[in-house]
């Protein structure tokens, strides 16, 4: 490895920023010469990162996709032109396949000699799998955050690595920053809508009515929305007022900015869309219902055709990957019937041991991730390649 090489990261959402910067610490850790840049966000640039760009911002998700299109084309000319002056050792493209497509293109053409190694594996074994081809071109190691990836791209010719998960890594903190009392109730109901704007302007009108009739069966019951930001939590209020204009918003339901931890621990149920919060579930060992909305049309003219996949959340992929049942009810994908969604949701606030057995499929799932410290394992992996 040269004298001071430079790696460069890049990641276009928040929770890339947050996946990125463990390791980048770790990175700095092991060879404080490295010079890291990265097209990223707040928590990679405290990591130590030096940003060529901010990309992470939660604003850009409210953008339309035309805005998204030319900013992202804007940023391809300045990497070319930031490439054409500073030599990589390495190119890690965070999460974001359909954006990091075209810089890993890019990267291969101006940069041959630099290695490509991919954090968060892209989900072809989800659908699409035919773009394996353009994986195996595109990338010299895959850095995997689910146990069953590593033999799923090994057995197609991409060299790729288990270096398990951030959420259950022992060495990093998962505290929340700020500290909230909660309301008292029975049932306590989390409610994760999710961390983008279209996935809560899909899910949450279907998670709101789940709420309201779990509500009327149990009139003690205390729910509590987790989100990541204020912009989130102003998107929910206004996606809840044609619901709620008649009666105001509900006494029994609050909402919570930048405490997704807290909300879980304080939980006894969550109802959560699917994606990396359904391992965060796992992580708390909560009992949980996954939901993800998607339009009937856009599932019968294209998802089904593309999407190999009859499992869909995460707990469930990794049960079935270790020969168990699938312990979550998901409603994946759903078309905005509240009813079935509470239904699921009663049978865990009545019957302990539906409780139990997600419980104890949750503790077999943690013990696959156990024996990995994902900042060591990329951060080494990384180091490995590129020696």
Known sequence: MPDSPNILFTAFEPSGDALAAPMIQRLLQLRPDLNIHAFGGPKMRDAGARLIDTTTEHAAMLLGAASQIMSHRRRLHRLDDWLADHQIAALVPVDSPAANWSICKLVRRTQPDAKIVHLAAPQLWAWAPWR????????????????????WFTHRRVPATFVGHPLFD???????????LFSDGQPRLALLPGSRAGEIRAN?????QAAVQLHTRHPNLRATIAVPNQDLAQLVRETSRATTQQGGWPDWLDISVANTEAVLSWADVVLVVSGTATLQVVAHRKPMVVLYNVSKLTWHL?????????TFSLPNLIAQSDGL???????????????????AL??????????????????????????????????????RTIE
Request: proline share 8%; net charge neutral.
């Open 132 to 151: 394996i081809n353009k994986l195996r071109r595109l990338t010299d190691h895959v850095l995997c955050l689910l146990p069953f990836e590593q033999d």
């Open 170 to 180: 022992p060495s990093l903190s998962h505290a929340d920053n700020a500290q909230v």
């Open 204 to 208: 949450w009108p279907t998670m709101f």
């Open 302 to 310: 294209f998802g089904r055709w593309v999407i190999q996949t009859k």
């Open 325 to 343: 049942d699938r312990p979550v009810p998901e409603f994946v994908p759903h078309f905005a019937q509240s009813q079935p969604v509470a239904e």
């Open 346 to 383: 009663e049978q865990l606030i009545r019957d302990p041991d539906a409780c139990n057995r997600q419980l104890a499929a949750f503790d077999h799932i943690s013990r696959r991730f156990a024996d990995r410290s994902f900042s060591h394992a990329s951060a080494g992996q990384l180091l």
